[in-house]
């Protein structure tokens, strides 16, 4: 893809998270333990599950997908900003650039179209128990996990090409740590009206159609939940539904506030700490929200310990 009527600019600069020389060590030091913390936690629970035939089931078969894709959304972003915190140089090539864009938005679709997944997951688990490995049977569910990552992938190669299609002549600073599409489209002296229209229109065909679909799947569950006469059977059923509505809460309110709005209000000191929030602390965090709020997840934890310590001593 050919980058239009980009002048004499070899390269994007990063603005970042702080002009402060004083603060970049820390800011290094914080973003490389989460980074570690985020791949650790996310490869812990892939391995627990794949090793673990107990829960080898779908629920647990998109947590793993999750994890993989907070790998990917961690290792897409995290890395590069180290290399600008500890090199001072901010820079990025433009094809680095929309290198970066483009599997961020890959990965970001192909996570919201995932939760939507989860949530028909526990939907027909609650709500329809005894057809549930008749429709979430493996076949249906490798079937979901691949149209994520397509129709993510297809989503990017739209943006890319219409964001490469635009002229980037009069400022090539970013305001921003990494290179999404809102800063870009304000960067661009092009006209981005139809780029904007199609950042919101696939914001709605994506986020929202996913956020519907899990808003009819726990309407459904709550309705079903609710009509469980014993507060034992309510509390079991509402513990299957928690750790995937935290993570739901985490995402989609981060999402809303950055995309599903003109790019004009787009604002550098106010996003900041709303980006960091979804691209390197939700996943960080969600292995611990399913881990520690999942019983079977503890157990498959601590026997996959037990195992480790065990070859460890002889």
């Avoid at 914080?30 to 080898?56: E, G, K, R, W």
């Avoid at 309510?234 to 993570?247: E, Q």
Wanted: with cysteine; charged share 10%; proline share 4%.
């Amino acid at each position: 893809m050919e980058i239009k009527n980009q002048t004499s600019m070899m390269n994007f600069i990063l603005l970042g998270l702080s002009d402060y020389p004083a603060q970049q060590t820390a800011l290094f030091v914080l973003f490389f333990t989460m980074y570690l913390i985020a791949i650790l936690s996310n490869s812990t629970i892939m391995v627990t599950i794949a090793a673990d035939p107990q829960l080898h089931t779908p629920m647990y078969f998109f947590i793993l997908n999750l994890s993989l894709v907070d790998i990917c959304m961690t290792t897409v972003i995290v890395p590069q900003l180290l290399v600008n915190i500890i090199s001072q140089s901010r820079t990025i090539s433009f094809p680095g650039c929309f290198t970066q864009l483009f599997f961020f938005v890959v990965i970001g679709n192909a996570n919201f179209l995932l939760l939507g997944a989860m949530a028909y997951d526990r939907y027909i688990a609650i709500c329809k128990p005894l057809h549930y490995f008749m429709v979430m049977n493996r076949t249906f569910c490798v079937q979901v996990v691949a149209s994520s990552w397509v129709i993510g992938l297809l989503h990017s190669l739209l943006h890319s090409m219409m964001t490469t299609r635009l002229s980037f002549c009069a400022s090539n600073l970013i305001q921003s740590f990494f290179c999404d599409l809102p800063p870009l489209l304000k960067l661009s002296c092009s006209d981005t009206t139809i780029n904007e229209i199609l950042l919101f229109t696939e914001a709605l065909s994506i986020v929202l159609i996913s956020f519907a679909s899990i808003v009819i799947s726990y309407t459904y569950i709550i309705s079903t939940v609710l009509s469980i006469h014993t507060r034992e059977g309510r509390n079991k059923a509402f513990s299957t539904c928690s750790s995937h509505l935290i993570v739901i809460i985490l995402y989609y309110g981060t999402i809303f506030f950055i995309y599903l709005r003109p790019s004009s209000r787009y604002s550098l000191e106010k996003d900041k700490a709303v980006t960091v929030m979804y691209t390197i602390v939700t996943p960080m965090l969600n292995p611990f929200i399913y881990s520690l709020r999942n019983q079977k997840m503890k157990d498959a934890l601590k026997k996959i310990i037990g195992r480790a310590l065990f070859f460890r001593q002889l």
